[in-house]
């Protein structure tokens, strides 16, 4: 059991990774796959916010969201990584700036 | 006192993870910053009794997902110190909003409106383990989003096969069904060579290979 550490505590310190999350994607902004791990990170805040959450108030509907959000992510990386892939295949490079085939 | 000790290492081990990510100059040691967080955060759970989650994230994430950025890193060749071009110019107002934000949300957090109520999970003495706990939940009240889950996994992975499967055309292959209806006198020849003078000239040639049939029908 904690001792000092409450929930308060735990949403602080997710707040700062979610945060860097976000500067990440930001920064990396041509690279799509450092964008894609930066997405992971942001999921894994919520993760941690819900298992937290979970616990401090004693309901398992926390736990049992984040199993869900796992499968969606990692549905969602499978896609992202294959189109990498493919978007390296056509043009040689997996920067975002050369995804303007369709001229938005 | 020692899960807290234990807790804040866990949680500046995630923050420095994270840091790792989005400053590594080669993605792949952003991916193994990335698993650093993963594992920091498989102990985090741990330390709020969801056990099946915390194995679960280091399946997931360690096992797959990291493996599936290191293949995907591997496989493509790209110069990654060009990808890294805007990266200063984007910082100060990067780091203005990421301020902005972190000063909301922790201001948002310190309020105290976010409190634990009721004994925390497991803590209790003779309480189920957090496997049966789940299992006793997911099977039975959310029996239809864990199978609805199963369909957006299907999903994924018929998706993904399709985006990457090619046949290259580039690439001599068998034709199994040309093989099998060949015949002897499709492709072969006798001929009686008289002693002392050698073969005569063949009149006869292979039937000419058709170009066309040659498996073409489940290109893309």
């Known amino acids: 059991m904690f001792a000092t550490v409450t929930l308060t505590t735990v949403i602080m310190f997710t707040s700062l990774l979610l945060v860097l999350a976000l500067v990440g994607i930001v920064l990396n902004r041509k690279n799509v796959i450092v964008i894609l791990m930066c997405l992971e990170l942001l999921l894994l805040a919520t993760n941690i916010n819900l298992v937290a959450t979970s616990h401090f ?25 294959a189109i990498v892939t493919l978007f390296y295949r056509n043009t040689g490079g997996i920067e975002v700036d050369k995804a303007d085939m369709m001229k938005g | 006192m020692l899960p807290d000790i234990l807790f804040y290492l866990f949680a500046i081990g995630l923050l420095l993870g994270a840091g790792a990510v989005i400053t590594a100059r080669n993605p792949m040691y952003g991916v193994l910053g990335m698993i650093f967080s993963f594992i920091n955060a498989a102990g985090l759970f741990m330390l709020f009794y969801a056990e099946f989650l915390s194995l679960l994230i280091v399946m997931i994430y360690v096992g797959a997902i990291a493996v599936m950025f290191l293949f995907v890193l591997m496989t493509i060749d790209i110069d990654f110190v060009k990808l890294r071009e805007g990266f200063a110019p984007y910082l ?20 105290g409106l976010f409190t634990g109520v009721g004994t925390p999970i497991a803590a209790a003495e003779g309480a189920p383990t957090n496997i049966e706990q789940l299992g006793a939940v997911l099977f039975t009240d959310y029996a239809l989003p864990f199978q609805a889950a199963g369909m957006v996994l299907l999903t994924a992975m018929v998706g993904a096969i399709i985006l990457t499967h090619r046949r290259r055309k580039d690439v001599k292959r068998q034709n199994i069904s040309m093989q099998i209806n060949r015949t002897a006198s499709d492709s072969m020849a006798l001929t009686k060579p008289v002693s002392g003078q050698g073969a005569t000239p063949l009149y006869w040639s292979p039937k000419p290979v058709d170009k066309v049939a040659s498996n073409d029908e489940d290109d893309q």
Do not use: K
């Not at chain 1, 736990?63 to 990386?77: D, K, R």
């Not at chain 2, 203005?96 to 310190?110: C, N, R, T």
């Open chain 2, 92 to 111: 100060p107002a990067g780091l203005i909003v990421a301020a902005a934000l972190a000063a909301e949300l922790l201001l948002a957090a310190s309020l």
């Open chain 1, 57 to 81: 108030r004693a309901d398992l509907g926390g736990q049992i969201l984040t199993f869900f959000i796992l499968t969606v992510a990692a549905a969602e990386l499978a896609i992202g990584l």
